[in-house]
């Protein structure tokens, strides 16, 4: 017997591209770091990154991709329903799920075949099933979840203390206990952790695997929101790796630009219309990789922008919606804001358009990802939660960190919503929004430079602060633990 040369470690996203996109950086950042990394995926995901891994193939960097053939069938689902966003239906989304927990025996022959032994799975909350793998191979499994530590806190509290059990109306505020401060939540602004109908026993995989975890890994830094991290990783008792922002440890903009997927606009094109206007005075709007937004709000955007006369840069998905955009907008719209204004139609280089100096201000949806991208890019933010736990992320980002700037969403509006359902942001309200974030009150220039302290912070983090040092840390005590290999 002799003890592996490097760590190797099995990362296992949930395929939804707010849940991919961080393990990406996650492995570039162990990798970074010495370790070797197998990045567990499928055909149809890794054709959206494979720019992703030919550059990593390219440079050698030691992260292979394995692509595993998800049995749709087996479960009844289409063909290629591979990532949450193929999949509209709840019921498609669980089979999604059974599908998932199927590549336990698959993926337990494969790691036992490596030359060099898996030593930990770090895998993301919605893949409880590899718990059962890890422990069969009598690894680690640390769980991966994409929150911000105040919302992991707020999440967890909600679901011990059955916060909600009796309070009827979803949109009813009750004070949350233990939380270290005054905060009220409400059922409906909260993450539902799969709790609908169909759901039950998955939500328990979820929650007992939770509890079975050997520490939880997690995309923010100490310096950000000690408070809520040192008090959930008190109330959980485990170990919480804050290792973020991850993907600040990409220099390679080829890697961080197609790390979701392949950008819908030529990005050399991108990056100079961006040249082309002042530092600090675009506006850059995005609602994440699911969100889609309904014609009667695009409508209110497109005027509010109108009417704000700043420069902006608007990012519509539209993959479920072959129209050309510009139909959907009132109509002009285009021609009298040309010289101020670049609508991207589908996916954009995100990260690569935060960080770029003309971009002075941040209209987001409050997905995590979003937000610690964009407070790296030292960006002050209109926040507009749609769901899940984004209306937490903005409690903490406009009342502790003080960086942000609500539109005034009052209800979810979610995709699967139906329309008549969703309540829409009336152009005068985001017109407020954006000349209040992008103007010279005293109040936009303080958010302004508190967002810009945030942005000094992350870097430290990252190159040699708590991230930098618990990223070091993590892999020691994996290493220490000594994964054991056959000599042949
Ligand atoms: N993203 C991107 N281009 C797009 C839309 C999204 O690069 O057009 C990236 C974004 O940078 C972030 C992730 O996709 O890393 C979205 O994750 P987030 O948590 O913000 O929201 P979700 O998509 O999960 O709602």
């Not at 720019?51 to 998800?70: G, H, K, M, N, Y």
């Not at 289409?78 to 927990?101: F, I």
């Not at 009298?336 to 995100?350: D, E, K, M, N």
């Amino acid at each position: 017997l002799q003890y592996a040369p490097k760590p190797h470690f099995v990362l296992v996203p949930f395929m939804a591209q707010g849940h991919t996109i961080p393990m990406i950086d996650m492995a570039h950042l162990l990798a970074k770091h010495g370790a070797m990394v197998s990045f567990i995926t499928t055909p149809v995901n890794a054709s959206r990154i494979q720019s992703t891994i030919d550059r990593a193939r390219e440079l050698s960097i030691p992260i292979q991709f394995v692509p595993f053939q998800l049995p749709c069938a087996e479960v009844g689902l289409p063909d290629g329903c591979e990532n949450v966003d193929k999949v509209l239906e709840k019921d498609q989304v669980k089979k999604m799920t059974d599908a998932y927990s199927m590549l336990h025996k698959p993926l337990v022959l494969y790691l036992r075949e490596q030359s060099i032994p898996p030593s930990c799975i770090i895998s993301d909350l919605c893949q409880p099933w590899t718990g059962d793998v890890a422990r069969e191979l009598g690894i680690p499994r640390l769980m991966f979840n994409g929150f911000c530590a105040f919302s992991l806190l707020c999440r967890y509290l909600i679901h011990q203390d059955k916060v909600f059990e009796d309070v009827a109306d979803g949109n009813e505020f009750v004070v949350l206990p233990g939380f270290p401060h005054h905060l009220e939540v409400s059922k409906a602004r909260s993450p539902g952790n799969f709790n609908s109908p169909g759901f039950e026993k998955f939500s328990k995989k979820i929650l007992d695997e939770e509890r079975r975890a050997d520490g939880v890994v997690t995309n923010t830094f100490h310096e950000l929101e000690p408070l809520y991290v040192d008090a959930y990783q008190r109330r959980i008792g485990k170990r919480v790796w804050t290792i973020g922002p991850m993907f600040l440890c990409n220099t390679d903009t080829s890697i961080i630009a197609d790390r979701g997927a392949k950008a819908s606009v030529n990005e050399k094109h991108c990056m100079e219309w961006l040249d082309s206007m002042q530092d600090g005075l675009v506006l850059y709007i995005s609602f994440g990789s699911m969100a889609r937004t309904v014609v009667s709000q695009l409508e209110e955007i497109a005027l509010g922008l109108e009417a704000s006369k700043r420069p902006f840069l608007w990012v519509i998905k539209s993959d479920d919606r072959p129209t050309e955009i510009n139909n959907l907008l009132p109509e002009g719209f285009e021609e009298r804001t040309r010289s101020r204004g670049l609508v991207i139609q589908g996916w954009a280089p995100q990260a690569m358009i935060l960080s770029h100096p003309s971009v002075g201000g941040f209209l987001t949806h409050c997905g995590w990802n979003s937000m610690i991208e964009g407070i790296s890019a030292g960006l002050p933010m209109i926040t507009w939660p749609h769901c899940a736990e984004q209306f937490l992320n903005e409690k903490l980002i406009v009342n502790v960190l003080k960086v942000g700037l609500a539109v005034g969403v009052q209800n979810i509006t979610h995709r699967t919503m139906k329309p008549h359902e969703i309540h829409v942001v009336k152009r005068d309200q985001i017109e407020r929004a954006v000349v209040e974030l992008m103007g010279e009150e005293t109040g936009a220039k303080e958010r302004r430079m508190r967002a810009k302290e945030l942005k000094e912070k992350a870097r430290k983090a990252i190159d040699e602060g708590s991230s930098y040092s618990n990223i070091r840390q993590l892999i020691e005590y994996i290493s220490s633990r000594g994964t054991q290999t056959d000599v042949q």
